[in-house]
């Protein structure tokens, strides 16, 4: 089992040192998607799961490694990536498995909870609720190695290749899972039946791994109302639902929650409610976004790169300036201004007066300057260059979706052209993980001394998968600004 000792929890902005993260790397039930079922299970397209591994997400965690813990990799590479390699360096339970305690791996830590007999008869009780499993089939789990049923509960799959269960294949994007707002952490309360055995097996580990035993009163679920029984399960706005997408902790004391397809204004307003009451922090922002698959999280549409640099879709927040012009149009479709964004922020004490912002990037200079101490003007990168229709194109394949490892070393896909071109001009450079980690390994450059850099992976397969870098990270700890 991993160490608990010295493991703490803290997050308190979306740029600060990464020192600890939670990820899930592509398991097999990501190649059992069927085209029948891929939108049942929150996909666009069937993916190739072997691509996506070993061409793709294996980039990304030794690229973490490298930041986060290079002595599980520095000077190994060239070892662990050999042509005849099992791959075990990347599969949670085989040996030789890189089992780091600061690029953590969730099927490491269910495996570990179900070590506990307690806890193992009372989860597998509850996913075969959740899963209509008959008498049998609950046998049947009872008399798995805790690692193979930790591999079944996520992949869906028996050690002798039987399909057992749906597979979790949305489950590679932990940051749906919850949200750390300092030293608190933020369960999810998925939207869509595909994610419920997930935020399951989520709440299973959070309240029962060693790792958070001392933070187990800072776990906070979002409560579900008296009258959630009678509400249709047609009528989104009115259910009471959240993923981490739409959860932003910007500032020590401040966090964005979006509204929009996955996240709900009662959702917002319980969320509030309590961290207001349990003073983890003073102000929360409501960011309200179409309910459209183009922007299903907030985290889709901006992200922060810098204290005073942001990427976001300028034409959802900006729609006039893509008809600049007054035609008759403009006034035509009037009739569609609900659709547009609202930005609404409450204060701890003064809910009763909130504030509103016309612009996004009103709200995120504020933050710039005025709570991360930015001395100058904020700056903006817009998806695509913000040229149409590059801007929503790479908005869809997650130019938006960016995680900082640290303030200006970010990770992103390569193959949204216009938008690394924007980048570029602001004087970052653009490096592809392949040569940054061959750099790294020759020597030639120190993770410590990069900045203003944009490390682009390929994403042929990962970017039909709908999500990004910010989407595919729960982090755990960052460095305070």
């Not at 930041?67 to 360096?89: H, M, V, Y």
């Not at 970052?428 to 992976?457: C, H, M, P, W, Y």
Request: aromatic share 8%; net charge neutral; glycine share 4%.
């Amino acid at each position: 089992m991993l160490q608990k000792d010295t493991f703490q929890i803290q997050v308190s902005s979306e740029i600060g040192d990464l020192h600890r993260i939670l990820i899930h790397s592509p398991d097999k039930g990501l190649g059992k998607v069927i085209p029948s079922k891929a939108q049942d299970w929150l996909f666009e397209d069937i993916v190739h799961l072997e691509t996506i591994r070993k061409k793709e997400y294996d980039l990304y965690v030794k690229v973490l490694l490298y930041f986060l813990d290079p002595a599980l990799i520095q000077g190994k590479i060239q070892e662990i990536d050999a042509k005849n390699s099992t791959r075990n360096f990347y599969k949670p339970n085989k040996t030789g498995f890189y089992a780091s305690e600061k690029v953590i791996e969730l099927e490491i830590l269910l495996k570990e909870i179900l070590d506990g007999q307690t806890v193992r008869q009372q989860l597998i009780a509850a996913v075969c609720a959740t899963e209509n499993c008959n008498y049998q089939q609950q046998q049947t789990l009872m008399d798995l190695p805790s690692a193979d049923l930790a591999t079944l509960f996520i992949s869906g799959t028996l050690p002798d290749g039987k399909i057992f269960f749906a597979p979790l294949p949305n489950l590679i994007f932990t940051r749906d899972l919850g949200t750390t707002i300092n030293n608190y952490i933020l369960l999810n309360k998925p939207a869509r039946k595909a994610r419920s055995r997930e935020a399951l097996l989520c709440k299973y580990i959070f309240f029962n791994h060693p790792f958070f035993e001392a933070y187990r009163q800072n776990i906070i679920e979002v409560p579900q109302t008296e009258e959630h029984f009678l509400i249709p399960e047609g009528e989104i706005d009115q259910q009471n639902t959240l993923e981490g997408g739409d959860v932003m902790m910007v500032s020590k004391n401040h966090l964005l929650i979006g509204c929009g397809e996955r996240t709900t204004p009662l959702a917002a307003s319980n969320v509030i409610k309590l961290l207001f009451e349990k003073n983890v922090v003073q102000k929360v922002t409501v960011i309200k976004i179409p309910h459209k698959r183009d922007f299903m999280h907030l985290d889709t549409v901006f992200t922060q790169i810098k204290k005073g640099l942001w990427v976001l879709l300028s034409s959802l927040f900006n729609p006039e300036q893509n008809n600049p012009q007054q035609l008759p149009l403009t006034h035509l479709m009037d009739i569609k201004k609900p659709d547009r964004p609202e930005i609404i922020q409450f204060e701890n004490g003064r809910i009763e007066t909130p504030k509103r912002y016309e612009r996004l990037e009103d709200l995120l200079s504020e933050i710039s300057e005025k709570e991360l101490g930015f001395k100058e003007k904020t700056q903006f990168i817009y998806s695509g260059n913000n040229i149409f229709p590059h801007d929503s194109r790479e908005q869809w394949t997650d130019g938006c979706n960016l995680l900082a490892l640290k303030e200006g070393v970010v990770l992103a896909y390569d193959r949204n052209d216009k938008t690394l071109q924007a980048f570029k001009q602001q004087g970052f450079i653009v490096i592809k993980a392949a040569d940054l980690l061959k750099k790294l390994e020759r020597g030639e450059l120190q993770t410590e001394n990069i900045s203003n850099t944009i490390i682009t992976f390929p994403s042929a397969e990962l970017s039909r998968a709908r999500g990004g870098f910010h989407c595919m990270s729960m982090p755990l700890f960052r460095a305070e600004l």
